[in-house]
């Protein structure tokens, strides 16, 4: 008889311990999928950081000026060579639930390296994510690309 009572006991503890688990990770998803969003907004600011000191070394090492223009309004940028025609070499498109707060300084959006290494004018963009968390690159009149947390 005491056999089966530890038994039976030793049952209750753990689908007692079996719901714990399963509330805590209920309870957690939420946050977990907030810091998907948070993590995809730091990848994206990364790679447009990335993306901006490329054009900036294409421009020193081919002596042609290199530009990076945004729309915000399809929410995304190109990396574009302006030689006797401007052509593409590469575009991006921010990832659902990532897009342009503000572009402040730049004149039609385009971040333009001269054959120095600097821009035409410095300037701000600032991403953000759905969940209202922010990301912000400077770009300094020298063409020194910042990005602040």
């Known amino acids: 008889m005491l056999t089966r009572n530890k038994k039976g006991t030793m049952i209750v503890n753990v689908l007692v311990a079996i719901a714990i688990i399963a509330f805590l990770s209920v309870m957690a998803m939420p946050r977990f999928k907030d810091f998907e969003k948070n ?44 030689d006797t025609v401007v052509i593409v070499i590469k575009t ?28 035409s004018e410095s300037g701000t963009i600032v991403l953000t ?3 209202g968390k922010i990301k912000t690159i400077n770009v300094k009149p020298s063409g020194y690309v910042q990005l602040i947390d």
């Open 129 to 131: 994510n759905t969940n």
């Open 39 to 82: 993590l995809q907004l730091s990848n994206v600011t990364r790679d447009l950081v990335t993306d901006l000191r490329y054009a900036q070394q294409l421009t020193i090492s081919e002596q042609i000026p290199h530009f990076v223009h945004f729309d915000d309004i399809n929410n995304l940028y190109q990396i574009s060579k302006s």
């Open 92 to 119: 991006v498109n921010l990832p659902p639930g990532i897009s342009f707060k503000s572009i402040v300084g730049f004149t039609d959006n385009n971040v333009e390296f001269n054959p120095y290494g600097g821009v």
